[in-house]
């Protein structure tokens, strides 16, 4: 990576960091859905000036269908269910669980789509579970209301995402980044647009949440979506995949800054045991056996010569 693709890489960590601030804000006024119909719909009002080209309107039109699933797939379900758990779990400790996402990629990857799955990701994967584990073990209390719901609500949403990379791998890799950007915000927006009509409150939403809805929409949307592909043109992706270890780090630091969330031992534990996991299932982390050097050949020759023959 250059020193200006490092940059942008933490400014792209900070931006989905701040994601879920913006989120555990601007929810409880808006709700899930409603917020999540700001987000997509800013954001595609944004990105699909990116389309007025000839060329750009015939991939999309060409496509559609496969962009209506990437848009419901990848943003209509899984940022629907983050804005639902962040209206109970901590931001840093939602953005923990979804740093999550390359394990279920790998496995429905595995499971579905062909993609070979090597000796050590099978380790990464069990021990980025248990890192989860680690996180959640005393919050996993499935009772009416309780925080097992909300953490099965982020695994939902990074299993999502594991099905969008396959899918946009298998099926839209031919496209132009910004027809995949633009033209799925679009078919999220226009997915949402009824229900989020339907659920929008009736009490009046304060400035306050107004200011972090937008800011979801434009900075953690719109801005992230185009650093983040050109992140992938200029940088590659197995270098912006990295970025799913910096979120997690980002966005427990705004939250302890902004919002005053905790920093317990057992988050550090979990994040630490999580992050590993995930970084040896991506291979990020690699675990090289030690080479086994030859054997050294102690045997002494000894040569005996005599008139009739040698003997070795």
């Known amino acids: 990576m250059s020193l200006a693709d490092t940059l942008r890489l933490m400014l792209l960590s900070s931006m989905w960091g701040l994601s879920f601030i913006f989120m555990r804000v601007a929810v409880p006024e808006f709700g899930p859905v409603p917020l999540i119909l700001v987000r997509m719909g800013v954001g595609a009002l944004m990105l699909v000036p990116l389309l007025f080209t000839l060329r750009y309107l015939k991939l999309v039109w060409a496509n559609k269908g496969s962009l209506f699933v990437l848009g419901v797939i990848n943003h209509v379900v899984p940022f629907s269910l983050l804005a639902l758990a962040t209206t109970r779990l901590e931001a840093g400790f939602t953005s923990l669980i979804n740093a999550t ?8 990857g595995a499971l579905f789509f062909a993609t070979p799955v090597m000796r050590q990701q099978y380790l990464g994967l069990a021990l980025a579970f248990f890192g989860v584990y680690v996180l959640s073990a005393d919050r996993l209390d499935f009772a009416l209301g309780g925080d097992g719901w909300f953490i099965l ?11 969008s990379s396959n899918y946009t791998r298998r099926h839209l890799a031919h496209l132009p980044v910004r027809v995949l950007a633009a033209g799925s915000s679009a078919m999220s927006a226009l997915v949402l647009l ?4 339907l659920l929008w409150p009736e009490a009046p939403i304060s400035g306050l949440a107004w200011a972090n809805g937008l800011a979801l929409a434009v900075l953690s949307t719109t801005l992230a979506f185009l650093l983040y592909f050109g992140l992938i043109a200029s940088a590659g992706a197995t270098a912006t ?3 799913t270890f910096l979120v997690p780090v980002s966005a427990l630091l705004w939250g302890y800054l902004l919002l005053g969330e905790r920093l317990s031992l057992q988050i550090l534990a979990g994040m630490a045991i999580t992050l590993a996991g995930t970084a040896v299932a991506t291979g990020l982390l690699r675990l090289r056996r030690p080479r086994r050097e030859p054997a050294a050949d102690n045997t002494v020759k000894v040569t005996i010569t005599s008139n009739d023959h040698d003997t070795r």
């Open 101 to 108: 996402t390359p394990i279920f990629t790998a496995l429905l």
């Open 153 to 163: 609500a982020v695994l939902g949403a990074t299993f999502f995402y594991g099905v």
């Open 194 to 197: 009824v229900p989020g009509l």
């Open 241 to 243: 995949s990295t970025v």
